[in-house]
């Protein structure tokens, strides 16, 4: 379609500037102006369509741990909702290291890991000042490293990876497999709040 507009405005061109009486003022400011317009159309038109996509990126994000479910949020409608795997222990409140419990409550996504063991990693601000105090209460370190991450890289046989998406198997983070985190990597914005209820 852009080279067709292209062809026929230097047909329209080439036509114009055939041998012949010179043409001057308002009809010659006239061709320039409509082929200036045809230019900036047919370039607007080639390159338009990628400049004007929008990434609907995620405003929030919602664990529901008892439903084994991540869902992207934006402005309150579910733009994407996936399966996840928790922690070995998942059900409560992590409370110290170790524990293999994912956490519930209110954090960020706060920095990213491209090359992670587990594929691609997104961190969660696990422990947040209530869970730091409440460790501290137990006597306890809370531990961290709290991360939205794929399968691990080292699992290749697909019947292997396709049962790690049937069990939870996480010391604590949230697993999805490797082309949902691929899309989750590009839909949140780091600094996006993450809530994860039971």
Same mark, same amino acid.
């Given at each position: 379609?852009?080279?067709?507009?292209?062809?026929?405005?230097?047909?329209?061109?080439?036509?114009?500037?055939?041998?012949?009486?010179?043409?001057?003022?308002?009809?010659?400011?006239?061709? *320039?102006?409509?082929? *200036?317009?045809?230019?900036?159309?047919?370039?607007?038109?080639?390159?338009?369509?990628? *400049?004007?996509?929008?990434?609907?990126?995620?405003?929030?994000?919602?664990?529901?741990?008892?439903?084994?479910?991540?869902?992207?949020?934006?402005?309150?409608?579910?733009?994407?909702?996936?399966?996840?795997?928790?922690?070995?222990?998942?059900?409560?409140?992590?409370?110290?290291?170790?524990?293999?419990?994912?956490?519930?409550?209110?954090?960020?996504?706060?920095?990213?890991?491209?090359?992670?063991?587990?594929?691609?990693? +997104?961190?969660?601000?696990?422990?947040?000042?209530?869970?730091?105090?409440?460790?501290?209460?137990?006597?306890?370190?809370?531990?961290?490293?709290?991360?939205?991450?794929?399968?691990?890289?080292?699992?290749?046989?697909?019947?292997?990876?396709?049962?790690?998406?049937?069990?939870?198997?996480?010391?604590?983070?949230?697993?999805?497999?490797?082309?949902?985190?691929?899309? +989750?990597?590009?839909?949140?914005?780091?600094?996006?709040?993450?809530? +994860?209820?039971?």
């Amino acid at each position: 379609m852009c080279d067709d507009a292209i062809r026929t405005a230097r047909r329209s061109t080439q036509r114009r500037a055939r041998p012949g009486p010179r043409r001057t003022g308002r009809v010659g400011l006239g061709l *320039a102006a409509a082929l *200036a317009a045809v230019y900036a159309l047919t370039l607007g038109g080639c390159g338009g369509e990628q *400049a004007t996509t929008k990434v609907a990126y995620a405003d929030r994000v919602l664990v529901k741990k008892s439903e084994r479910k991540l869902q992207l949020l934006k402005n309150g409608k579910v733009l994407k909702e996936y399966r996840v795997a928790l922690g070995a222990n998942p059900a409560g409140h992590k409370m110290q290291e170790g524990d293999k419990r994912t956490p519930v409550g209110d954090y960020v996504l706060d920095w990213r890991k491209p090359n992670s063991d587990y594929h691609r990693a +997104i961190h969660v601000s696990y422990p947040n000042a209530q869970d730091v105090q409440l460790a501290k209460a137990l006597g306890v370190s809370p531990g961290g490293s709290i991360m939205v991450h794929g399968l691990p890289n080292y699992v290749t046989s697909p019947v292997v990876r396709a049962e790690y998406q049937r069990r939870d198997w996480t010391n604590g983070c949230i697993a999805v497999n490797d082309q949902e985190i691929e899309e +989750i990597w590009r839909l949140v914005r780091d600094g996006t709040p993450i809530r +994860i209820q039971e």
